[in-house]
């Protein structure tokens, strides 16, 4: 169990106008599934495993967003860090319109760890990075995939980048440069679905 000691403000604010005696406990309204699970139900499914990694997501509203958008475009799995996270919280599960009740969400350790674990099992790991090598729909994104989406504000860490076996950019024309991490992980996802459905006809 984290803990992390907070000011009384804090706590007040967790609770509102519950009397908490100094101590607030943070806990996820659903079960985390397994790695080994997920992987598990693709090959049940008999398909490439699609897993979704969030690189330090902490905005409820793009984790809920992102889960929502993970269980439409068949995606095996969510899997979110332990450590500077969003945890999965009501917010989240409100967001995700009951994604969160099907699509198993993994808490993983070390990403990179994660990441080196995922490949040694032949699934090929794209970032999703704003420097990207090349363009999203002119990548094979076909096979086994764990799509990597960074953090809100940071993107990927440096870490991270170095393991991707691709980083991948969804081209700028206006005068923004960036997109919200959920709908990045959308357009990101299904073209993954697109390239899929086509790749199978």
């Known amino acids: 169990v984290m803990i992390e000691e907070v000011r009384a403000s804090k706590l007040n604010a967790l609770v509102k106008d519950v009397k908490h005696q100094g101590v607030v406990a943070t806990v996820a309204p659903v079960n985390y599934g ?3 699970d997920v992987l598990a139900l693709a090959k049940a499914k008999n398909q490439a495993p699609f897993l979704i990694l969030l690189d330090e997501l902490q905005d409820p509203q793009n984790v809920g967003a992102i889960l929502r958008t993970a269980n439409i475009a068949g995606a095996h799995g969510v899997l979110i860090t ?7 919280t009501g917010t989240v599960a409100k ?4 994604a969160i009740e099907h699509t198993p969400v993994v808490q993983i350790g070390n990403v990179a760890q994660t990441l080196e674990q995922l490949q040694k099992q032949g699934l090929w790991v794209v970032g999703a990075d704003m420097d990207g090598a090349a363009d999203y729909f002119a990548s094979d994104l076909t096979g086994p995939i764990v799509l990597v989406i960074g953090g809100e504000g940071k993107g990927l860490g440096r870490l991270v980048k170095e393991k991707c076996d691709i980083l991948v950019k969804i081209p700028m024309f206006g005068q923004i ?7 990045a992980c959308g357009i990101l996802a299904f073209d993954i679905v697109r390239q899929r459905l086509l790749a199978n006809k």
């Open 82 to 88: 332990k450590r500077r996270s969003c945890p999965l």
């Open 95 to 98: 967001i995700s319109a009951g």
């Open 177 to 183: 440069t960036s997109l919200n991490a959920s709908v």
């Open 34 to 36: 397994e790695l080994e």
